[in-house]
């Protein structure tokens, strides 16, 4: 038996009394946030050392009382742990600007940035006496919130800390519990999973997920909205109004990509015992703007992580497969390699005259993919297995030329 760390997510139901406390709150968290990185970057430029988050918040106590005594409204959680997030930042700065050295990562490093208002309210977290009921939570400071959904939160499991975030003018609370869990081997059957740009996926078991394009259907929507906003004086009472409308909507496209996704990664790790995928070069193929619109849509980056840390809650094991693989281009029943395949062809037709198979494109490379869990497990135990801390990641046929720094990123 061991313990994971999990978080509960779900929507407070305020009051304005609340609501106006919790701005406050978010407030302070992004004061403290853009005070800290102001404080650090003078002393780097003066010294060439920074102070860390302790170091940041016993002098911010020693100023409190003259000069910001506002912040005695707040509970002392939010500014001392946005100074924690900011030390959280620059380690992740430091971590990709070594990546990037070693020439590793393709993307920027991230410095970390002011918060601004402009970007949402943002949010805030509170550690200490967090107490959890079917129908509301306790908070330090803030008190009792009642919560729109009962019994979802768990009421029995240790309570690390709790978020409360804003997002278009709904708050949500973010409960990270540490939880006992019994992983118990998975016993169902090994699938290959090939991603797709007009279907969300097909399954070697022949099934496949179709794609709601839900942005694309919003997205005549968000455009109407988004002229309506351009069209008003900015800063008038009827340009905020729409702003607002714009945001709902936005809310509720991504609302529906993720539940669609979670509804997907949720259901095969479940019932699969092993779940073999592509390792897509994804912010390549995000270059790509005719297929960026649907990739972004999809999420495939998001799906393999939700499907990462699914996996080892339900004993599933993922294995990801080499990008170099050609299981588009490899006829699933013989082995026979079609090197002129393209892009726009849609049926895999074997030229292997005692084959001769004509198989759905997407259908072939997920068998593929399949496969390729067999073939690994003898070559695991000759060479060792590419895995990571939890041991549920494995890379088929890795290709040592070209490695993504992030391949085995399962903590998250
Ligand atoms: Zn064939």
Known sequence: MSTIQRAYKTELDLNNVQTTACRKHAGAARWAYNWGLARKQEAYRATGTTPSAMDLHRDLNAVKHTNFPWMYEVSKCAPQE?????????????????????????????????????????????????????????????????????????????ILSATVSEHAGHWYVSVLVDQEHIVSANSGPVVGVDLGVKKLATL????????????????????????????????????????????????????????????????????????????????????????AQAIGDVGFGEFRRQLTYKAAWYGCRVMVASRWEPSSKTCSQCGWEDEHLMLADRVFRCQNPECGLALDRDLNAALNLAKLAGSSSESQTACGEESSGQGHVALVKLSPLKQEPDTFDASA
């Open 204 to 291: 070697s078991d022949g099934t496949e997920e179709p794609n709601p394009r839900h942005l694309k259907q919003g997205l005549r929507k968000i455009k109407h909205c988004q002229r309506a906003v351009s069209r008003k004086r900015k800063g008038s009472r009827n340009w905020t109004k729409a702003v607002h409308r714009l945001a709902c909507l936005h809310r509720k496209v991504a609302n529906q990509r993720a539940n669609t996704l979670h509804c997907f990664t949720s259901r095969l790790a479940k019932t699969k015992s092993v779940v073999v995928i592509e390792d897509l070069n994804v912010s390549g193929m995000l270059k790509n703007h005719h297929l």
């Open 82 to 158: 946005a100074l924690r997030n900011l030390d959280a930042a620059f380690a992740h700065f430091f971590r990709r600007v070594k990546l990037k050295q070693q020439g590793k990562l393709s993307g920027k490093v991230g410095y970390p940035q002011r918060k601004s208002r402009k970007h949402g309210l943002g949010s805030f977290r509170l550690t200490g006496s967090i107490v959890v009921f079917s129908d509301a939570i306790q908070l330090p400071r803030l008190g009792r919130l009642r919560l729109k959904e009962r019994g979802y939160l768990p009421t029995s499991a240790r």
